[in-house]
C-alpha cells in the first residue's frame, strides 16, 4: 500500500546512515593499513603541522570510529593505532625522532637519484617522488626501530648480568655471614673441647711421668 512506503527523508536518513558506516569502515581500513611507524601517516598528517591541527584532527577521526559507535572488528586495533599515533606527535622528543627520520629519508633518496636541493623534483616535489619518499621513510622508520629493539636487548642483557653478579655476590655475603656466625654460635662447644682434650693430654702426661718413677724406682 502507498502508506507504507518509505518517506523520502526516511530513505535519506538510511542512505546517511550507510554512508557514514561506509565512512567509518573505510577510515578503520586506511589506519590498519597504514605503516604504525609513520604518525603522521596513521593521522593522515603532514609533517610541520601545529599542535591544534593533531588535536583536532585526532579528536574527528577518534569519534568517527570510536568502537562504541561502530560493529566494526578492527575498530578497536584502528582507535588505538589512533590514539599512540596522536600521542607520539604531541610528545616533543618523540615527534623530533620521527622528523629526523623523515628527513634522512629525503636525503637518502636524493642521493639514490643524484639529486640536490636544487633539482626540481625536489624544490616542488611531484607525485612520483613524494611516493618514493614515503618508501624510503618507511625504510629509515624500519632501520631505526631495529636498531632501537636491538640496543633495548643488549641493555636488558647487561642488565641481566649484572644482576646476576649482584645476586651471586649478595649470596656470597650471606654465606659468609652465616659460616661466621656459626663459628661464633658454637664458640662454647670450641672452647669446652679444647678444655677436655687439654685435661686430656694433663692427665696422660702425669700418668707418663708416674711410670718412669715407678721405672727408675724399680731399676
Do not use: C
Not at 37 to 46: C, F, G, H, I
Not at 73 to 98: C, I, M, S, Y
Not at 172 to 188: A, L, P
Request: charge should be positive; aromatic fraction near 6%; charged fraction near 45%.
Amino acid at each position: 500500500m502507498a502508506g507504507d512506503e518509505p518517506s523520502d527523508a526516511d530513505v535519506f536518513a538510511e542512505l546517511e546512515k550507510e554512508s557514514k558506516e561506509w565512512d567509518k569502515d573505510a577510515e578503520i581500513s586506511r589506519i590498519i593499513k597504514t605503516f604504525k611507524l609513520d604518525s603522521y601517516a596513521v593521522l593522515d598528517l603532514q609533517p610541520g603541522v601545529p599542535d591544534s591541527d593533531i588535536k583536532k584532527v585526532y579528536r574527528a577521526k577518534s569519534l568517527l570510529i570510536h568502537p562504541d559507535k561502530t560493529s566494526n572488528p578492527q575498530a578497536p586495533d584502528a582507535f588505538d593505532a589512533l590514539k599512540k599515533a596522536q600521542t607520539v606527535l604531541l610528545d616533543e622528543k618523540e615527534r623530533a625522532k620521527l622528523d629526523e627520520a623523515i628527513a634522512d629519508a629525503r636525503m637518502l633518496l636524493m642521493r639514490d637519484k643524484k639529486l640536490n636541493i636544487d633539482s626540481p623534483e625536489v624544490k616542488d616535489p611531484d607525485a612520483e617522488f613524494r611516493r618514493q619518499w614515503r618508501e624510503k621513510t618507511k625504510w629509515v622508520l624500519t632501520d631505526n626501530e631495529i636498531r632501537r629493539r636491538r640496543q633495548v636487548k643488549a641493555q636488558m642483557q647487561e642488565e641481566g648480568r649484572a644482576q646476576k653478579k649482584e645476586e651471586e655476590e649478595l649470596t656470597e655475603r650471606k654465606r659468609k655471614r652465616e659460616h661466621e656466625q656459626n663459628w661464633e654460635n658454637t664458640r662454647d662447644k670450641r672452647i669446652d673441647s679444647w678444655r677436655d682434650f687439654s685435661k686430656g693430654g694433663a692427665a696422660k702426661a702425669d700418668e707418663g711421668k708416674k711410670k718412669k718413677k715407678k721405672l727408675k724406682t724399680l731399676g
